[in-house]
C-alpha cells in the first residue's frame, strides 16, 4: 500500500530577511501615513475624536509590526515545508493553525516560478502551482531548486486522469 | 452539419421585453407619476434622454441580431457576433458538460427554444448561449453533442471522421444504425430514456405548503396597491374597509379565511405549474431533468460530470420525509438556472436511495456512522460565540429593554452546537465519502476520492492539545467547491490522509500529449 510521507523540504532561509524587509516598508508606510493624518489634525482643528482614533490605530500598527517584522518571519520560515513526488505535491504551514495541502500531480494545471525585486536580491523565487482551486503557492525557494523543481512539475504535470467514469 | 445561421427574430422580441423590464421603473416615474404635458422641465429632459436611450438600445437589438451567428462546422460549434468588437468563439463539441433548454411561454408557441452549452473549463468562453432557435434544431444540436460526448467515452477520437460524414437526419430516423456505430453507447433518443421520478400529486400539495410559494402573492398586491393609489385615493377607501372588517369578528374571521384559502390556491397553482410536469430520468451517460406546464425548462447532464451530491433538509422537510437533492457539477454553481440542478426540491426521502443508486452508481448512498469524539464537544462549547457577543452588545447599546431576545439567541446559539454535534457523522472507504452535518438544518455531502481534487487537514493549537483536526475535500467546479469536517480525531484525519492517496486505485492515467 502507498503511503504517503510527510513533507520535510524547506524553503530558503533568506526568506525571514526578504519578509523583514518588504513587512518593515509596508508598516513604515501605514505609520506615515497615520502620522500625516495626526499633524494634519493637530494643524487644521479636527474634532479630537478623530484624532484619537488615528492615535489608537498608529499605536497599533506598531504593535503589529513588531510582530510582523521581528517574529513572525522566523516562525513562518521554520515551520514551512513541503514535498513533491510523482503523485502528490504537498505544503504543510502555519504558526497557530497548522494547514496540510495535498493535491494530485494529475490536477495541476500550470507551473510558475515569479520573483520580485526584493526576492531577486537574494536569488530565491516563489513557485505558484496551479490547480482548479487556489494556487498553492512555495514561496522563497532558491532560484535553482525553484527551477528545477519547476520543470519536475511540469514533467510529471504531464500525467492526466481520464475523465469518464 | 449546421451553415451559417442567425438566431429567430425572437430573439429581437425577447430582448425587447427585456428592455422594457429593465426600464419599468423608469418608465412609471417619468410618465406615470408625472402624468400630462404640465411638468417641471426636469422631467422633460429626462423623458428626452430616455427617448435616446431606447432608440440606440432598439437600433443595438436589430444590429446585435443582425451580427450574431452560429455554425456547426468540423465538430466545433462556432458563434460570431460582437458590436462595435467582433467576437467570435469556437468551442469543440466534445467538450459540451450540459446542456439547458429554457423555453419561455411565448417561445413555445412559436416552438422556439433557448439553448445553453457549458464545458467544464473554468473561463468566460466556457459557455454558449442560442438564444432562439428552432425546437428542432436545439435537438440536433443537442443530438450532436450529446453523440459526441456518448462516442467519445465508448472509443477513441479515430472515429469521430466517420460519423461526422453520416448526414444528420439518419440521427432522428434510424436510432438503431447510430447505436451499431458507436458500439456500447447508445444514441440518446428518448426510447433509451428511462424515467424514475414522476411527482404524483400527493407530493405537488406537499411541495406546495412546503415552499412558501403562496408567500409570492405578497408582493403582487403591495404592488397592485401601489398601482391602484395613483389612481383613487386607497388610504381613505382602505380605511373604511378595514372600519369594516373590524366591526364584527364574524366578517373579520371570514375575511382571514378567505385570504388564507385565496394564497392557497395561489401557492398550489403556481407549485403546480413549476413543478408539475417534473421529470427526472436517465439513460446510460446522461441525466435529463425536466420541469414546467407553462414555461419549460431542461437540463441534461453527463453523470460522469457529477463531482459530488447534496442532500439538504430544513426542519419542515424533516417533519414531512422530504429532502432537496442537488447535483455538484462543473458549470453549475454560477447563474440563475442553478435551481434546475436542484434535481427534485421536494423528494421523498424513502425514493432518494433507490433513485440516487439508479441515477449515479459511481456515487453509492451509505450510511455514515463515524461520530464525533466527546473532546469535540468540548471544544465546540468553549468557541467563543462572536456573533452571540455582537449581536447581544448592540442589542444592550440601542434597545436594551429587548434584552429577553439575547437570552433567545443564547439558547438558540448552544442548541445548534449541541444539534450540530451530535447529528455530525462521516464515513470514507473504497466506494465513496460522506459527511453528514447539521443542526436542525441537515446537510449530507457524497463524493468519491476520484473526485476530489485537493484535501486539506488543519489544526489549531487548541485542536492540538485535544487531538482534533478538520479536514476539507476541494471538487472540481467553478468556483471549486469546498466542503470541511470540522472537530474529527487527529488519528481519522490522518487514515483520511492515507485514504486520500490510495486514489490511484481508482483512477486511470493517460500521458498528455504535448
Known amino acids: 500500500m502507498y503511503e504517503l510521507i510527510e513533507p520535510d523540504r524547506r524553503i530558503a532561509e533568506d526568506a525571514v530577511k526578504v519578509w523583514r524587509i518588504s513587512n518593515t516598508i509596508t508598516h513604515l508606510i ?10 494634519a489634525g493637530y494643524y487644521y482643528d479636527w474634532k479630537n475624536w478623530i484624532v484619537i482614533i488615528f492615535f489608537v490605530l498608529v499605536t497599533l500598527d506598531v504593535l503589529f509590526a513588531i510582530w510582523d517584522i521581528f517574529i513572525e518571519p522566523v516562525l513562518t520560515q521554520r515551520y514551512w515545508r513541503y514535498d513533491i513526488n510523482a503523485e502528490f505535491i504537498q505544503i504543510k504551514h502555519g504558526i497557530f493553525k497548522i494547514h496540510h495541502t495535498i493535491a494530485p500531480m494529475t490536477k495541476v494545471q500550470y507551473v510558475t516560478a515569479q520573483q520580485g525585486p526584493l526576492l531577486r536580491r537574494y536569488g530565491l523565487q516563489t513557485l505558484e502551482v496551479g490547480t482548479m482551486n487556489t494556487p498553492i503557492k512555495i514561496p522563497a525557494l532558491p532560484k535553482e531548486e525553484a527551477i528545477a523543481l519547476r520543470g519536475q512539475i511540469a514533467e510529471y504535470a504531464k500525467i492526466k486522469e481520464a475523465e469518464h467514469v | 452539419m449546421i451553415e451559417i445561421t442567425r438566431m429567430h427574430p425572437m430573439k429581437m422580441i425577447d430582448a425587447l421585453i427585456k428592455l422594457v423590464k429593465d426600464s419599468i421603473f423608469i418608465i412609471i416615474l417619468l410618465f406615470i407619476l408625472n402624468i400630462g404635458s404640465d411638468v417641471s422641465t426636469l422631467i422633460k429632459i429626462f423623458r428626452v434622454v430616455f427617448f435616446i436611450y431606447i432608440t440606440i438600445k432598439l437600433c443595438m437589438i436589430v444590429i446585435e441580431w443582425q451580427r450574431t451567428t452560429y455554425e456547426i462546422k468540423d465538430e466545433t460549434i462556432h458563434i460570431r457576433g460582437g458590436l462595435f468588437q467582433r467576437t467570435h468563439k469556437t468551442i469543440p463539441l466534445y467538450e ?3 446542456i439547458t433548454w429554457d423555453t419561455p411561454l411565448y417561445y413555445r408557441m412559436f416552438q422556439l427554444t433557448s439553448l445553453k452549452l457549458e ?4 473561463s468566460d468562453s466556457a459557455t454558449v448561449k442560442l438564444e432562439a432557435i428552432k425546437t428542432d434544431r436545439a435537438q440536433q444540436i443537442e443530438e450532436l453533442a450529446t453523440h459526441f460526448k456518448a462516442q467519445d467515452i465508448s472509443t477513441d477520437t479515430d472515429m469521430h471522421e466517420e460519423v461526422t460524414e453520416a448526414p444528420s437526419q439518419t440521427v432522428n430516423s434510424n436510432p438503431d444504425a447510430y447505436a451499431q456505430l458507436e458500439g456500447t453507447a447508445p444514441i440518446l433518443s428518448e426510447k433509451q430514456r428511462t424515467i424514475h421520478f414522476t411527482p404524483t400529486k400527493k407530493d405537488l400539495i406537499k411541495a406546495s405548503f412546503l415552499s412558501f410559494s403562496f408567500l409570492a402573492l405578497i408582493p403582487l398586491l403591495a404592488v397592485g396597491y401601489q398601482n391602484l393609489e395613483q389612481f383613487i385615493d386607497v388610504d381613505k377607501q382602505a380605511e373604511g374597509v378595514l372600519a369594516f372588517l373590524t366591526q364584527s369578528w364574524i366578517i373579520t374571521t371570514i375575511a382571514i379565511i378567505l385570504l388564507i384559502v385565496i394564497a392557497l390556491v395561489f401557492g398550489i397553482v403556481h407549485t403546480f405549474l413549476k413543478y408539475g410536469k417534473y421529470e427526472i430520468a436517465s439513460d446510460e451517460a446522461r441525466i435529463f431533468i425536466h420541469r414546467g406546464v407553462l414555461s419549460e425548462k431542461a437540463f441534461s447532464i453527463r453523470k460522469a460530470n457529477v463531482q459530488a451530491i447534496q442532500i439538504t433538509q430544513n426542519p419542515l422537510k424533516k417533519l414531512l420525509g422530504l429532502a432537496e437533492i442537488k447535483l455538484i457539477s462543473a458549470g453549475s454553481m454560477d447563474d440563475e438556472s442553478d435551481d434546475v440542478r436542484t434535481l427534485y426540491p421536494f423528494l421523498p426521502i424513502k425514493h432518494a436511495n433507490n433513485l440516487m443508486s439508479a441515477l449515479l452508481p459511481h456515487l453509492p448512498m451509505k450510511e455514515a456512522t463515524e461520530k464525533l469524539p466527546k473532546n469535540a464537544f468540548y471544544l465546540r462549547m468553549i468557541r467563543v460565540p462572536w456573533l452571540l457577543i455582537i449581536a447581544a452588545a448592540l442589542i444592550i447599546w440601542f434597545k436594551s429593554n429587548w434584552w429577553p431576545a439575547i437570552i433567545a439567541l443564547f439558547i438558540v446559539t448552544y442548541a445548534s452546537r449541541l444539534f450540530a454535534y451530535r447529528n455530525t457523522c ?3 472507504d473504497e466506494t465513496g ?3 453528514k452535518m ?5 446537510q449530507h455531502f457524497i463524493t468519491n476520492r476520484k473526485k476530489i481534487i485537493e484535501i486539506e487537514i488543519e489544526q489549531s493549537w487548541f485542536q492540538k492539545k485535544l487531538g482534533l483536526a478538520n479536514i476539507t475535500t476541494v471538487n472540481r467546479v467553478k468556483p471549486a467547491h469546498q466542503e470541511s469536517l470540522e472537530d474529527i480525531p487527529i488519528e481519522a484525519a490522518h487514515h483520511f490522509k492515507q ?8 483512477v486511470e492515467v493517460k500521458i498528455e500529449a504535448d
Open chain 1, 30 to 39: 501605514i505609520a506615515l501615513i497615520g502620522i500625516g493624518l495626526i499633524t
Open chain 2, 438 to 442: 447539521g443542526g436542525l438544518w441537515t
Open chain 2, 433 to 435: 465519502i460522506h459527511f
Open chain 2, 96 to 98: 459540451i458538460q450540459n
Open chain 2, 426 to 428: 462521516y464515513i470514507w
Open chain 2, 119 to 122: 464545458t467544464s473549463a473554468a
Open chain 2, 499 to 506: 485514504w486520500y492517496v490510495q486514489r490511484y486505485n481508482d
